[in-house]
């Protein structure tokens, strides 16, 4: 069985950076597209960007453009998104989820889930 967990959030200032990572177990991360995903108190769950099997292609919400950058590492079944020059809107529990079948933006496009990092950006 595939297993996501996620690590790396916690507090930061306006302007600061952390990483993210997204462990994957029970099989080769090679198989999936994957992605990281917000949700905030209150409101829907939305994408923060996704990369192919590969790595070769990613998307970025307009929101997080420029600033974000998701990236993998297969031979060590991880994935990573690096978070620039964050914002106090960025504060969310952030989800890595993947799926086989296609490189997808939507949520509902991914049917496996990890249990989300708390990312918190204080003004």
């Known amino acids: 069985q595939v297993r996501l967990k996620e690590s790396g959030g916690g507090l930061a200032q306006t302007g600061g950076s952390l990483r993210l990572s997204c462990v994957v177990s029970g099989r080769a991360a090679s198989t999936y597209v994957m992605g990281w995903f917000r949700q905030a108190p209150g409101k829907e769950r939305d994408t923060v960007a996704s990369?192919?099997?590969?790595?070769?292609?990613?998307y970025y919400s307009d929101s997080v453009k420029g600033r974000f950058t998701i990236s993998r590492d297969n031979a060590n079944n991880v994935m990573y998104l690096q978070m620039n020059s964050l914002k106090p809107e960025d504060t969310a529990v952030y989800y890595c989820?993947?799926?086989?079948?296609?490189?997808?933006?939507?949520?509902?496009?991914?049917?496996?889930w990890g249990q989300g990092t708390q990312v918190t950006v204080s003004s």
């Open positions: 990369i192919s099997w590969n790595g070769g292609r990613t």
């Open positions: 989820a993947a799926n086989e079948k296609t490189l997808a933006r939507a949520p509902n496009a991914y049917d496996i």
